[in-house]
């Protein structure tokens, strides 16, 4: 008896597999209430009673014929890998449903357990189910459980250790499907044992089973004896035309409905039913969220209460976090001397990545309301609703989880939503499907859309977000019915969602999804951000301003300061200056008892910034004459020295945009503003938009280190909202163009490689053009309309 055991756990989408395995094994993998949410093999292990178990949670499906890439990927680890024992996990509630995965099982003669899981549920809606009388007439274990409260879960492993020490064998079943479909399969059973090309990993009986359903994958196998495979098709074809035609419907619907009376047949004898005219919790609740008219009111309701709850709970961690980089930053220009050094750790690592991490807290609760929808299976209804709007455009009803998935409700991500379209049969709509989910609102798009409308738009935050939601989708959705029109022509399949019953979520679950998510963010920003955040500031910082325009720029300054002693006669005010240093110290003086003075010295109703200065200049002329002298000449000083700030401060911009603009990086965003001119943007817009193909958290990163490099004080701590709100170059409505632009163009560089590989270099260049095209011409659109309009200028 080997000491190992492999066993894989399967069963219907929104059985409970997921929880189980996380139950077994102490994973942690995403739990949510709507079909298709596991799409990769996962593992995971055990010990019990002292035998090692490697634990394979395949994805969920409701059989094992081809029609999905979860039914393929299941059942070829099933036939290649062979599993010591499958536990099939079945929602108690839905057993004749459920049941139609597990008789599939015992056709192909895999050695089984079933795992009776949410018996609370079936108890709670008066369904009364005999586990021991189910397990004899099924001839498999049967294990009742509550996966989610952790009950059964020790029985269940007893159970497998228990039937693994019977060294079971695969041993198929045979089902009855009628005279006509059972000659059929025995003459195509004939012939397969007669090959000697077919290997034998499958069942002779399971594969002509497969081969009479019109199971794509099976027929291509079947091809490999050319010998034999024209007497296997013709044999096929001929019961197919005759139970048509006696029948008046296809071999695999006679096949599914013999299933399911062989199903009947057990759950009459095992299930006791208590029939009530009442309709239970779930089916309440939907008949006012679901309905036609009041559930989409519903629907946009929540929506926008997340948002509303989103900004107004993470605005104060926000602010926590702002305060802490600019102490951060504050510490760094104390404790690193002024060069290259400082201005990477500041420029490139501080404002490039700590303006992506800065908005971890409103992640974090997007993330955690997300969660309540998915757990409570409120994310299903939304999708049910949504299927009602994309048949009109084109789309199939299981794109409506690829584009929520994608960011349909913000804080997704493409990449995994590329790949849910693999649920998708039709070719044509998958890829459509595939061409617009770069226009949901991401993850990696929310800290740019917060930028922005904290510093444009403060006192509408929830609504502008959520007309984010609404734009996202309304551009998706036009642009599949535009391609669905024309390049992607094609009719439209059938679609059937189950909507699983609402559940309420556990707060530890709540807690592991909204970490899981918000750590895939941190890690990201610790990791590709950060990289890219140092790779652009070297190209923000070379090579840089020329020797010539240094020294020109010196020599202003050189001027403006000895102006400024010129018109004030500070030289009688302080010591003699003897070189350009010391105008270093008047600066310093000057500021550094500012703050001081700010607290201290301003009266009530004094407080500008001329006061400000007109005190520190008297305080310290009183230090240098010890008596007071007249009004005048404290407001003398203070005017002055206000006029030479103002002019410093200019001209030190001036010298930072050379500098930045002299660099590679200002360059490429010089030679793009004759193209991104019409749209407001200017070169350090273009470079963020260029790092944003990378990720779309590098327009952030890169702004803020565009804007440090290019600040008027290397100490200048403040948000990159704030700066942006107080350069001229930006409004209102140069924000607002460039949030759907970047909502639009190009997907980022890794959803490319996705897209390439979910269909071909073809369409993924074409989705680069397309998404590119459209956000050019819709932002043009949006920017010329508020030009003429003056609407945000």
């Not at 034998?200 to 050319?226: F, H, I, N, S, T």
């Not at 551009?475 to 391609?483: E, M, P, S, T, V």
Request: hydrophobic share 45%; proline share 4%; with cysteine.
């Amino acid at each position: 008896m080997q000491t190992k055991l492999t066993i894989a756990l399967s069963g219907n989408p929104n059985a409970g597999k997921s929880t189980v395995f996380n139950a077994i094994t102490g994973a942690r993998q995403h739990i949510a209430n709507y079909p298709g949410v596991t799409v990769e093999k996962k593992y995971g292990s055990v010990v019990h009673k002292g035998r090692e178990i490697d634990v394979v949670d395949l994805p969920g499906t409701y059989s094992l014929t081809a029609y999905s890439i979860e039914e393929i990927v299941a059942r070829d680890f099933l036939i290649n890998e062979k599993p010591d024992l499958v536990i099939d996990i079945v929602d108690a509630s839905n057993l004749d449903r459920n049941l139609y995965l597990a008789v599939q099982f015992k056709e192909l003669g895999i050695p089984l357990v079933i795992a009776l899981n949410m018996i609370d549920l079936a108890e709670s809606k008066n369904i009364v189910i005999d586990h021991r009388k189910l397990s004899d007439l099924l001839g498999v274990p049967v294990v009742p459980m509550v996966a989610r409260a952790n009950k059964g879960i020790k029985e269940l492993l007893d159970k497998v250790v228990e039937t693994a020490q019977t060294d079971s064998k695969w041993e198929p079943s045979i089902i009855s499907y009628g005279m006509d479909v059972d000659q059929a399969l025995s003459k195509v059973e004939d012939i397969i044992k007669k090959s000697s090309v077919f290997d034998m990993k499958y069942p002779p009986r399971w594969r002509a089973l497969k081969c009479l359903e019109g199971d794509r994958l099976m027929v291509e196998l079947l091809k490999q004896d050319p010998a034999l495979a024209p007497r296997i098709d013709t044999v096929c074809r001929r019961i197919f035309k005759h139970i048509t035609a006696t029948h008046d419907v296809e071999p695999e619907a006679i096949i599914a409905d013999h299933r399911y009376g062989y199903i009947t047949g057990i759950t009459k004898r095992a299930v006791n039913r208590k029939i009530e005219l009442r309709l239970n919790m779930s089916d309440k609740i939907d008949k006012v969220l679901t309905n036609r008219m009041m559930g989409p009111i519903f629907m946009i309701a929540i929506l926008y209460g997340i948002y509303l709850f989103t900004f107004w709970v993470s605005e104060i961690p926000i602010h926590w976090f702002e305060l802490f980089f600019d102490y951060l930053k504050g510490v760094i220009v104390l404790i690193v001397p002024e060069g290259t050094l400082q201005s990477i750790i500041i420029s490139g690592v501080i404002d490039g990545m700590g303006g992506v991490l800065g908005f971890v807290p409103l992640i974090m609760f997007m993330f955690f309301s997300i969660a309540i929808m998915e757990d409570s299976g409120y994310m299903a209804r939304v999708a049910y609703m949504l299927d009602r709007v994309l048949r009109w455009f084109g789309l199939h009803g299981n794109s409506v989880m690829a584009l929520i998935i994608s960011g349909g409700i913000s804080g997704g991500c493409a990449v995994p939503g590329v790949m849910a379209t693999r649920t998708l049969r039709d070719p044509k709509e998958r890829i459509a499907t595939i061409l617009v989910l770069p226009f949901m609102n991401c993850g990696a798009k929310l800290p740019v859309y917060a930028v922005l409308i904290a510093a444009f738009f403060a006192n509408h935050q929830a609504g502008v977000m959520f007309l984010m939601t609404i734009l996202s989708w309304t551009f998706a959705l036009f642009a599949a019915k535009l391609i669905r029109s024309t390049i992607l022509r094609g009719t439209k399949t059938p679609f059937v969602m189950e909507l699983p019953p609402y559940r309420c979520p556990t707060f530890r679950g709540l807690l592991i999804h909204t970490w899981e998510r918000t750590w895939e963010y941190i890690k990201k920003a610790g990791t590709v951000i950060l990289g890219f955040s140092i790779i652009i500031w070297a190209m923000m910082t070379y090579p840089g301003i020329s020797k010539e325009q240094a020294e020109y720029f010196e020599r202003q300054q050189n001027r403006l300061a000895f102006s400024f002693l010129a018109s004030t006669y500070v030289k009688g005010t302080f010591d003699d200056i003897k070189d350009i240093k010391d105008i270093k110290e008047i600066n310093h003086f000057f500021d550094s008892f500012t703050g001081e003075t700010e607290k201290n010295v301003i009266a009530p109703g004094e407080n500008t910034r001329e006061d400000t200065i007109y005190n520190v200049a008297k305080a310290a002329y009183f230090l240098k004459e010890g008596s007071e002298k007249t009004e005048f000449r404290y407001r003398n000083i203070a005017s002055g020295y206000l006029k030479y700030r103002s002019q410093k401060d200019n001209l030190n911009r001036q010298q930072k945009q050379i500098a930045l603009q002299g660099t590679i990086a200002g360059w490429l965003g010089k030679r793009l503003e004759t193209i991104t001119r019409p749209l407001g943007f200017d070169y350090r817009t273009n470079i963020a938009l260029v790092g944003g193909f990378a990720a779309k958290e590098v327009i952030i990163s890169t702004l803020g280190t565009a804007y440090s490099l290019g600040a008027m004080d290397s100490g200048e701590n403040r948000s990159l909202s704030l700066k942006l709100k107080k350069d001229p170059a930006w409004n209102p409505l140069t924000a607002f163009t460039l949030i759907i632009f970047t909502m639009l163009y190009v997907p980022c560089f890794v959803t490319v490689i996705c897209i390439k590989k979910e269909s071909s270099w073809a369409w993924a260049g074409f989705s680069i053009v397309f998404n590119l095209s459209v956000a050019y011409f819709v932002s043009l659109i949006i920017r010329q309309l508020g030009l003429v309009s003056g609407i945000g200028i």
